[in-house]
Nanobody, 115 residues
Framework: QVQLVESGGGLVQPGGSLRLSCAAS????????MSWYRQAPGKQRELVAT???????NYADSVKGRFTISRDNAKNTVVLQMNSLTPEDTAVYYC?????????WGQGTQVTVSS
């Protein structure tokens, strides 16, 4: 049974940082790309960052230079380090893995950037 459990969200002031973690289980973590998505109120869910099994990363233009995705295959964990946060980063952040034709999601973690 695939499980993705996010943690690390919260309230942060503009310019601050947060570190999101996703603990994965139920599949062979090291051979799959992992992604972070986010969904702001009233908006569609959007891709934030992806890391391949080999560690290649890709980012949405809106977060390039501020966010860093990484993975620890020994711990089956993917991390999203978010720096220089702005109110526009406020959203629920989801961990994602695609296995074949199936997409799996975590429960999401709320990130709120506000003064």
């Amino acid at each position: 049974q695939v499980q993705l459990v996010e943690s690390g969200g919260g309230l942060v002031q503009p310019g601050g940082s947060l570190r999101l973690s996703c603990a994965a289980s139920g599949f062979i973590f090291r051979v799959h790309a992992m992604s972070w998505y986010r969904q702001a109120p009233g908006k569609q869910r959007e891709l934030v960052a992806t890391i391949t099994k080999d560690g290649t990363t890709n980012y949405a233009d809106s977060v390039k230079g501020r966010f860093t995705i990484s993975r620890d295959n020994a711990k089956n964990t993917v991390v999203l380090q978010m720096n220089s946060l702005t109110p526009e980063d406020t959203a629920v952040y989801y961990c994602n893995v695609q296995l074949g034709i199936s997409n799996y999601w975590g429960q999401g973690t709320q990130v709120t950037v506000s003064s």
